[in-house]
């Protein structure tokens, strides 16, 4: 069985060699096209049917969505992105056991998925006798999400942590898929049209790693970005605004007597002495955020469940390419060195961009502590270059990445 794409009089498509396993006679082929062909199933194409020299081929028009994982490489996806497609998902692979089609004939290769942009839609395909586990797929998709996620939304990638680590775990798809729920709300409205990077807001979700018995009270809410902050509707005063301003009144007070006295020096020298002071108090409290003073607890408030969220000790770092690398778990009090090296190192990252002693690794009291060892392309935690010899702890949802070769912290 092949998938390929094309274009066709502006017309972009999928075609699938199925081979001779869904003609007529088929004990199962059969009944699965008939569904696929005759039914509107929510967020799958359904497709023209062509047989030639007894092998079938079916063809997905796919008009103007993008391949997701081209359009990925343009965009920093978020929580609202990841419960928006697991969302939809949700519904499709519910459509499909209402219409007792396999689960796993549906392709979720981010190569082969498609989002529609214009109307934020997951549009998949579905191949009688694709037959790959469902899991792992999707397991794919989540590693691909990980090297792309927004980590300034802590909710999100605690989220994208939580379905990783069920699908190492084994857990079934109907409670990889109930991680989604919030509200109610409609989560499409969370992904502005035509500004899938930066998302206005995000719909997060409560810290997921709480007790059994707080999961009932998970609610969804919808957060700021980072650099919106949001702005109180009554602000208090504070000793140092109103001096501020008691400054410029004296000032201009000097001014009008100056004028009222026809010329008088001293009110000249009064209003250059306040003009003075007025400049030492711009100068000293410039950089300064005013809600320093006032509204230390309310801040408090709004990182709280960021915070809450990386509380989680880091156990592991899982590589996010392919060529059979193992996982790296370190012990308490273990300590590695990561790099090129046969001798040298003690993980070995087979790779000619790599330093011989690249990095090292520690454990101590539940922490992973990472220290770059004068590597020459440089140690990299979540895009950001690690200083030489500086000691950078690991938090769960960092993306470690020696010189090209990444990992995840789970």
């Given at each position: 069985?092949?998938?390929?794409?094309?274009?066709?009089?502006?017309?972009?498509?999928?075609?699938?060699?199925?081979?001779?396993?869904?003609?007529?006679?088929?004990?199962?082929?059969?009944?699965?096209?008939?569904?696929?062909?005759?039914?509107?199933?929510?967020?799958?194409?359904?497709?023209?049917?062509?047989?030639?020299?007894?092998?079938?081929?079916?063809?997905?028009?796919?008009g103007?969505?993008?391949?997701?994982?081209?359009?990925?490489?343009?965009?920093?996806?978020?929580?609202?992105?990841?419960?928006?497609?697991?969302?939809?998902?949700?519904?499709?692979l519910?459509?499909?056991?209402?219409?007792?089609?396999?689960?796993?004939?549906?392709?979720?290769?981010?190569?082969?998925?498609?989002?529609?942009?214009?109307?934020?839609?997951?549009?998949?395909?579905?191949v009688?006798?694709?037959?790959?586990?469902?899991?792992?797929?999707?397991?794919?998709?989540?590693?691909?999400?990980?090297?792309?996620?927004?980590?300034?939304?802590?909710?999100?990638?605690?989220?994208?942590?939580?379905?990783?680590?069920?699908?190492?775990?084994?857990?079934?798809?109907?409670?990889?898929?109930?991680?989604?729920?919030?509200?109610?709300?409609?989560?499409?409205?969370?992904?502005?049209e035509?500004?899938?990077?930066?998302?206005?807001?995000?719909?997060?979700t409560?810290?997921?790693?709480?007790?059994?018995?707080?999961s009932?009270?998970?609610?969804?809410?919808v957060?700021?970005?980072a650099?919106?902050?949001?702005?109180?509707?009554k602000?208090?005063?504070?000793?140092?605004?109103?001096?501020?301003?008691?400054?410029?009144?004296?000032?201009?007070?000097?001014?009008?007597?100056?004028?009222?006295?026809?010329?008088?020096?001293?009110?000249?020298?009064?209003?250059?002495?306040?003009?003075?002071?007025?400049?030492?108090?711009?100068?000293?409290?410039?950089?300064?955020?005013?809600?320093?003073?006032?509204?230390?607890?309310?801040?408090?408030?709004?990182?709280?469940?960021?915070?809450?969220?990386?509380?989680?000790?880091?156990?592991?770092?899982?590589?996010?390419?392919?060529?059979?690398?193992?996982?790296?778990?370190?012990?308490?009090?273990?300590?590695?060195?990561?790099?090129?090296?046969k001798?040298?190192?003690?993980?070995?990252l087979?790779?000619?961009?790599?330093?011989?002693?690249?990095?090292?690794?520690?454990?101590?009291?539940?922490?992973?502590f990472?220290?770059?060892?004068?590597?020459?392309?440089?140690?990299?935690?979540?895009?950001?270059?690690?200083?030489?010899?500086?000691?950078?702890?690991?938090?769960?949802?960092?993306?470690?990445?020696?010189a090209?070769?990444?990992?995840?912290?789970?």
């Open positions: 069985m092949e998938i390929y794409s094309g274009s066709e009089d502006l017309e972009n498509y999928m075609d699938v060699d199925c081979g001779n396993i869904l003609l007529p006679g088929h004990p199962c082929g059969g009944y699965k096209l008939r569904m696929l062909l005759e039914n509107e199933l929510p967020h799958v194409i359904r497709p023209v049917q062509n047989s030639i020299d007894r092998e079938l081929y079916l063809r997905f028009y796919t103007s969505a993008g391949v997701l994982a081209r359009l990925l490489l343009g965009m920093k996806p978020d929580g609202a992105f990841l419960r928006l497609l697991l969302t939809q998902l949700a519904e499709c519910q459509a499909l056991e209402s219409h007792l089609l396999s689960p796993e004939d549906l392709v979720l290769s981010p190569d082969y998925m498609l989002y529609d942009v214009k109307n934020r839609e997951l549009r998949l395909i579905y009688p006798g694709y037959g790959v586990d469902l899991k792992e797929q999707l397991k794919v998709v989540m590693e691909l999400l990980l090297r792309r996620f927004d980590h300034r939304d802590r909710e999100g990638m605690a989220l994208l942590l939580e379905v990783y680590d069920k699908l190492e775990s084994g857990a079934g798809m109907e409670e990889l898929l109930s991680l989604k729920a919030g509200d109610g709300t409609d989560e499409r409205t969370a992904v502005p035509g500004k899938l990077q930066e998302p206005a807001v995000r719909a997060e409560v810290c997921l790693n709480t007790p059994k018995e707080q009932a009270e998970k609610t969804t809410r957060l700021p970005l650099d919106e902050v949001p702005v109180h509707e602000k208090a005063w504070t000793l140092r605004d109103a001096f501020f301003f008691a400054s410029i009144g004296l000032m201009l007070l000097f001014i009008t007597l100056f004028f009222a006295s026809h010329g008088d020096q001293k009110y000249v020298i009064l209003c250059i002495a306040t003009l003075v002071v007025i400049i030492l108090q711009m100068i000293f409290s410039a950089g300064k955020d005013p809600e320093d003073d006032t509204d230390e607890e309310s801040l408090e408030r709004i990182m709280e469940p960021y915070i809450s969220c990386r509380s989680k000790s880091p156990e592991k770092l899982v590589p996010l390419k392919s060529g059979g690398l193992p996982e790296i778990v370190l012990k308490q009090e273990e300590q590695i060195v990561i790099g090129r090296g001798k040298e190192s003690d993980y070995r087979p790779n000619a961009q790599v330093s011989r002693v690249h990095a090292v690794l520690r454990k101590s009291e539940d922490h992973l990472l220290v770059d060892q004068g590597s020459s392309n440089g140690t990299f935690v979540n895009a950001e270059r690690v200083k030489l010899h500086e000691v950078r702890a690991l938090m769960p949802g960092d993306v470690v990445s020696f090209g070769e990444e990992f995840f912290v789970s």
